[in-house]
């Protein structure tokens, strides 16, 4: 799941007294925007766990335990590139079946800010591309990781299949499209803001922390039922 960055506030009082009245009202609009979409996130959370669990399911009836026999890791060893890619498209494949489920208002956003424009061409890219990769992310067909998982496993854990390569590399080019990329839009948007512009930034600003603090955990959770699920039960603590 994908929570918004923190806005990093910034004075900008003088900056705003320069804007022209397009980057001012492009501004509100986006944030308003940027608000809205916020609060559906952290109203649709439930809906992202839901659709995680589902996931897990799905790996318990099909091949539960497929991992079992996955050599454990030697202490201060670097993985092997193909365990590396295993564990990110596990993890692309968790984070992806929550970000679904966040497709509509996603969609709602971009048509919002793909209409927007500021003087600064580098920023109304920068907006367009964001609000695209996102709706993008949230498109992506969820992986057989099962089937992948096996081609892994009877290899030696040595090769991962083509597919699991292929999703990966589409998860990471679509990541470096949308990864840090708000918090320098909201940076940026502060030298065009009004004084209620600034509530609004600060409203986005505290529903990201309570939505960070709430997720965290949960998502940690959902994360280790899903290794117990592919592994096994997690093992009693040694006495």
């Given amino acids: 799941m994908v929570i918004a960055a923190v806005l990093v506030a910034l004075p900008a009082a003088t900056a705003h007294a320069q804007a022209s009245s397009g980057d001012a009202s492009s501004t509100r609009a986006y944030l308003q925007a940027d608000l809205t979409e916020t609060r559906s996130e952290l109203k649709g959370l439930p809906a992202a766990f839901a659709a995680i669990e589902a996931l897990r399911g799905g790996l318990q009836a099909e091949c539960p335990g497929v991992l079992a026999d996955e050599p454990k890791p030697v202490a201060g060893a670097k993985p092997s590139d193909s365990a590396i890619e295993i564990s990110e498209e596990l993890l692309a494949a968790v984070f992806g079946a929550a970000e679904r489920t966040e497709y509509l208002h996603r969609r709602r956003f971009a048509r ?63 990541s470096a499209e949308t990864e840090g990329a708000e918090e320098a839009i909201l940076h940026n948007l502060t030298r065009y803001e009004s004084a209620a512009d600034k509530h609004i930034a600060r409203q986005i600003t505290k529903l990201n922390q309570h939505g960070l603090h709430a997720v965290a955990p949960e998502i940690l959770a959902a994360l280790a039922k899903v290794g117990e699920t592919l592994r096994g039960a997690a093992a009693a603590p040694a006495s």
């Fill in 112 to 174: 919002t800010v793909s209409r927007l424009s500021w003087g600064d061409r580098a920023l109304t890219r920068r907006v367009h591309s964001y609000a695209a990769a996102e709706v993008t992310e949230a498109q992506v067909p969820q992986p057989d990781l099962c089937a992948d998982i096996r081609v892994w496993v009877s290899s030696g854990y040595q090769t991962v299949s083509a597919a699991t390569s292929a999703y990966v590399r589409r998860i990471a080019k679509l």
